[in-house]
C-alpha cells in the first residue's frame, strides 16, 4: 500500500505560478504511469498531466495546460511535481496525483488550487 500526500496548493493571482508536490510512502521508481487530475466545482475530474515509464519516458498535457503546466518526478524522493505556470482563473480546482505501480492505482487526498485577483 503506497500513501500519497498533495501539497503546494494555495490562493494565487492570475499570471502566477504554483507549484504541486506529491510524496509517496514508498519507492515510485517502478512506477509506469504518474499522472496530475483536477476537478473544478461541478465538473468531471480531468487529467491534466501525465508521465509514462517503460522503454522511455513521455509526458502528456491537456490542451488547456499545455505550454503552461510541467510534470516531473523525483525518484529519489519518490515525488512527482506538477510545476504550473501563467496560472488561470480556470485552473481553479482541487488537484489530485494518481501514481500506478503494479496493476494498482493510489490516489492523494488532493489539494486546492485557487486562481483569483
Known amino acids: 500500500q503506497v500513501q500519497l500526500v498533495e501539497s503546494g496548493g494555495g490562493l494565487v493571482q492570475p499570471g502566477g505560478s504554483l507549484k504541486l508536490s506529491c510524496a509517496a510512502s514508498?519507492?515510485?521508481?517502478?512506477?509506469?504511469?504518474m499522472g496530475w487530475y483536477r476537478q473544478a466545482p461541478g465538473k468531471q475530474r480531468e487529467l491534466v498531466a501525465d508521465l509514462t515509464s517503460g522503454t522511455s519516458t513521455s509526458t502528456n498535457y491537456a490542451d488547456s495546460v499545455k505550454g503552461r503546466f510541467t510534470i516531473s518526478r523525483d525518484n529519489i524522493k519518490n515525488t512527482v511535481y506538477l510545476q504550473m505556470n501563467s496560472l488561470k482563473p480556470e485552473d481553479t480546482a482541487v488537484y489530485y496525483c494518481n501514481v500506478v505501480l503494479g496493476f494498482r492505482g493510489f490516489w492523494g487526498q488532493g489539494t486546492q488550487v485557487t486562481v483569483s485577483s
Open positions: 514508498g519507492s515510485i521508481r517502478s512506477a509506469i504511469f
